[in-house]
């Protein structure tokens, strides 16, 4: 009886089951040409399923309990279409539908070329607004595209905290935690195949960062066949580009294939000697054995070498205007650089697919080599070239200690205005001898860098779905300062001019043009990393839960024996390992089939990127003492509106960074001593907070209004310990413990606002898009709230002390230290950008044009800027504020002014 009672049970939960569930189902076809198309992602809104359209266009959802909803239909070259649609529990068939094709993608190109001027110096690559092309989202949109010529950061975050993967392998750098956007720069065509989740949202390809991830398909199958032909002409970092791409589609044999190449280059691009010249190449080959395995080789390379800029006072801006940069000046009536990046770093990647209806796999290996250098002109025993050098500058005289002197200070002023520039010609008359006083050379790091890995995703049944993946990451990187010209010497003498030590005492002490001096080291780094996410979807509410756990190692070898270090220089220094975890989670609960709320949090703990683990690798082994972990916490809040016309999203987020260490190098004069030196931060907290808010009206089928607006709070959170190490630490008489460190206690910097842009940022915005193919769109911005990075040394004891008596200013009060000391925002300032583009289709063949003007009323502001350190003792930074006009004033850097990009593509 009980086995008949379960058969009967059985049968009634089966053909419960077995019942036909209702469906929503369609044909999508081109606005413009009629056929079907393939691969158009649709999906009822607040609800996880979704179906992508079939080789006839037409797909099939299945439906969610009765009520209204809204259903959305989404691919990366058409424009997005919501559609209101009532479930009554019946199978609904919506007939054709209708896409047009997106005409503004070409605004991607667009963003490129704003998000490469950050690329320029290394104080100001962290900004975030790359990751976030593939988005849809209004307010992700706004912070990329307009937003992000200021170099305004989502959530106030570092681009380390998102992640960039290629056919599902990670790509952020060891030494930094940074994409390196420039690995496949001029490579447009074939990289927009990309999926994008914001911030904690869940992800298939990795447990991801606190920013969002996103992943570019470079699989041949999933691009449009056929070729595609562009040229551009701008006014940012480059004056023209020239693209082509051929894309063969899936042919009957199982096999597509993908070919791209590009060339960019500029004399000069906005900023004044700013050169740039790339070249980038792409190939792609996929073979697909069966309905569920494919097999996808992937190459590619982009050559980019730029004329770097640099920031500058205030003084030197009034001078020369904020088009000014110090590094060049003309040799043989031609521009010539000092420091430029020339970045190569070709990839090779592997990967294997396996599809099915319900277990999704793909396993991969990348193998990633190649050279990013930065050049410099060294000077020994010289005076120092840069025409912005501190004494060759009017407030040099005008602070002078033994009282101003204008009319000096008027002379130099007349000379500075007169050449501006490096004097290339005085290298090379203080080199006609023997031994270099100025030198060119490179900082070259030479990495290899393996990468395996394998994600899965498996969907249990209709409502819980599983995802699993595991990564390792395996460096070498060759570090090294490579003498690239000796500017008419005939040697450079290897040997430290402060310290009259040598920096190679095994090698050569004269050395020539290619040969490696200065330091020679190599780097050792490792990581494994797996995580598993479990996701699952209800009626009325879906939840996800996902933890990662991570092992991670770096080492230094030193390759050169440092006189200065003979014992902790050479050879292989001690393995630092880190073992971390993180755990995060989201719950989203629909109100109804338009409105919904979503709480997610997350709590992990990473590793210190390579380049704060030890102190002064060019020299020694030595690392930060008691390094740890960074841990992050995290919590935000959204409400979802999502009605036919009016959709948007309000979020407010919290999130604490702990225990982030941070080294720095600069010159200072403090109160115990003065030198070059690396100053240690650690046990640093940060604090972000805010709302964001993005709306978006559908007017009329032409006309679009959208509002956004961020308000946020970053701040440090903590005062952090602070050291410092003398360069020079090996002369005795520097020595102040073993180690040549000095600990100056706490930097009193709590509640000092963060360098991390704007922190407040709206827009509003409106878009017309015609019946005849033709669209533009203009939005009007303002941002404020923008700080420049403060110096934590002169926020410790030591900024108090005399350096000649070793007491404490007598006037040194907190009440005129704060004062001093005080933290002022920039400028607030308002930009209006415009936008548009038109097609045309004829006989088959696809020619469209777009162009976009940003800041049209050449506003004039500074996106960032740091403190100087110098001046780090009471008594000189005083002093030097005197007039009004310091010698040792923050630098900044300026903003664009009004620029432009053109942008005309022929497909067929």
């Known amino acids: 009886m009980r086995y008949l009672f379960s058969l009967i049970i059985f049968t009634l939960t089966f053909g419960s089951f077995a019942q036909e569930t209702p469906t929503v189902s369609g044909t999508i076809v081109n606005a413009r040409t009629k056929v079907p198309i393939v691969g158009i992602t649709v999906a009822i809104e607040t609800h996880r399923t979704t179906s992508t359209t079939d080789g006839n266009g037409q797909f099939k959802i299945i439906s969610p309990s009765n009520g209204d909803y809204i259903l959305s239909l989404t691919a990366s070259d058409f424009v997005s279409k919501r559609i209101p649609i009532s479930i009554e529990g019946q199978n609904l ?98 990289t927009r195949n990309q999926q994008f989740s914001n911030g904690l949202t869940a992800s298939d390809y990795t447990f991801g960062g606190i920013l969002g991830n996103t992943n570019i398909d470079t699989r041949p199958s999933g691009m449009r066949p056929g070729t595609r032909l562009s040229a551009s002409a701008s006014n940012r970092t480059y004056a023209g580009r020239l693209m082509a791409t051929y894309n063969s589609g899936l042919q009957k044999n199982g096999l597509a294939y993908s070919v791209s190449a590009s060339r960019r280059w500029a004399k000069q691009g906005y900023i004044d000697g700013t050169l740039y010249d790339a070249y980038s190449a792409f190939g792609a080959v996929e073979y697909r054995f069966d309905e569920a395995n494919s097999l996808n080789l992937t190459g590619l390379w982009a050559s980019n070498r730029r004329g770097r800029s640099s920031a500058i006072t205030e003084e030197v801006f009034e001078l020369a205007g904020k088009r000014y940069n110090p590094y060049w000046g003309e040799q043989d009536a031609k521009i010539r650089n000092s420091r430029e990046r020339k970045i190569a770093e070709p990839i090779l990647m592997l990967n294997h697919f396996y599809t099915s209806d319900n277990f999704n796999l793909n396993t991969g290996i990348s193998y990633q080599f190649g050279t990013n250098a930065r050049s410099r002109l060294g000077y020994y025993n010289a005076p120092n070239p840069d025409p912005t050098y501190y004494r060759y500058l009017p407030s040099f005289y005008i602070n002078s200690p033994i009282g101003a002197n204008f009319a000096s200070a008027n002379s130099v002023k007349e000379r500075f205005l007169n050449n501006p520039q490096l004097d290339w010609q005085k290298t090379y008359t203080a080199n006609a ?124 070898e030193g390759l050169f024996q440092n006189e200065r270090f003979p014992d902790a220089s050479l050879g292989e220094s001690e393995k630092v390992s880190f073992a971390d975890y993180g755990i995060k989670s989201g719950f989203t609960y629909n109100l109804t089939g338009r409105h919904g709320i979503t709480v997610q949090g ?42 036919p016309k009016l959709t948007g999203r309000l979020t407010g987020f919290y999130t604490r960074f702990q225990n982030t260490t941070d080294v720095n190098f600069f010159f200072v004069d403090t109160g115990v001593g003065s030198d070059f030196v690396q100053e240690v931060l650690t046990d640093l907290d940060k604090l972000h907070m805010g709302t964001e808010l993005g709306l978006e009206y559908q007017l009329s089928s032409a006309v679009k209004l959208t509002g956004v607006a961020a308000v946020g709070k970053y701040l440090y959170a903590s005062h952090p310990d602070l050291t410092i190490n003398f360069d020079t630490a090996g002369r005795e008489e520097d020595l102040i413990n073993l180690e040549g460190r000095i600990d100056l206690g706490q930097a009193i910097i709590k509640n000092y606002r963060l360098a991390q842009g704007p922190q407040q940022a709206y827009a509003v915005g409106v878009e017309y898009r015609d019946p005849k193919y033709w669209w533009i769109s203009t939005t009007a911005n303002y941002l404020a709230d923008n700080y420049a990075n403060i110096s934590a040394i002169t926020r410790t004891r030591s900024f108090y002390l005399n350096p000649e008596t070793g007491a404490t200013f007598p006037d040194a009060t907190d009440e005129n230290v704060n004062k001093l000391l005080a933290q002022k925002p920039l400028d607030n300032f308002y930009l209006l950008n415009l936008v548009g583009g038109k097609s045309w289709l004829k006989n088959g063949k696809y020619i469209s044009v777009f162009a976009s003007v940003n800041n049209l009323f050449d506003t004039g502001f500074r996106t960032g800027g740091y403190e100087q350190s110098r001046n780090g003792n009471f008594g000189q930074l005083k002093e030097d504020n005197l007039s009004g006009t310091p010698s040792f004033a923050p630098k900044y850097w300026y903003g664009y002014g009004r620029t432009y990009f053109l942008n005309l593509a022929y497909s067929f």
Do not use: C
């Open 93 to 190: 068939d919506l007939g054709i539908l209708y896409l047009e094709k997106d005409i503004s993608v070409e605004q991607t190109d667009n963003l490129i070329s704003l998000t490469e001027s950050e690329l320029l110096d290394d104080e100001i690559n962290s900004n975030s607004s790359a990751l976030l092309q593939a988005t849809r989202d209004v307010f992700l949109n706004r912070a990329a595209f307009d937003f992000g010529q200021a170099f305004f950061r989502v959530r106030g975050y570092d681009s380390e905290n998102g992640k960039v993967l290629i056919n599902g392998i990670p790509m952020n750098k060891f030494y930094d935690g940074r994409p390196q956007w420039n690995n496949w720069g001029g490579l447009n065509d074939v």
């Open 433 to 556: 001898r023997e031994k270099a006083a100025y030198v060119l050379y490179d900082d070259v790091a030479d990495d290899t860098q393996l990468t395996g890995n394998a994600l899965a995703n498996w969907t249990i049944n209709d409502r819980l779905q599983a995802d699993f993946g595991l990564t390792f990451k395996k460096l070498t990187s060759e570090n090294y300062a490579e003498i690239d010209d000796l500017l008419g010497a005939d040697f450079y003498e290897d040997i430290d001019p402060f310290s009259d030590t040598r920096n190679d005492v095994t090698g050569e002490v004269q050395k020539g043009e290619a040969a490696i001096f200065n330091y020679n080291y190599r780097m050792h780094a490792a990581k494994f990393d797996g995580f598993a996410q479990f996701r699952y979807t209800h009626t009325k509410w879906n939840a996800f839960l996902a933890g990662n756990y991570t092992t991670s190692n770096y080492q230094r």
């Open 602 to 643: 997350a709590y992990l703990t990473r590793p210190p990127v390579l380049q704060n683990v030890f102190i002064n690798p060019r020299e020694n082994n030595g690392t930060v003492p008691g390094i740890q972990s960074e841990t992050v916490s995290t919590v935000d809040l959204n409400y979802h509106l999502r009605l």
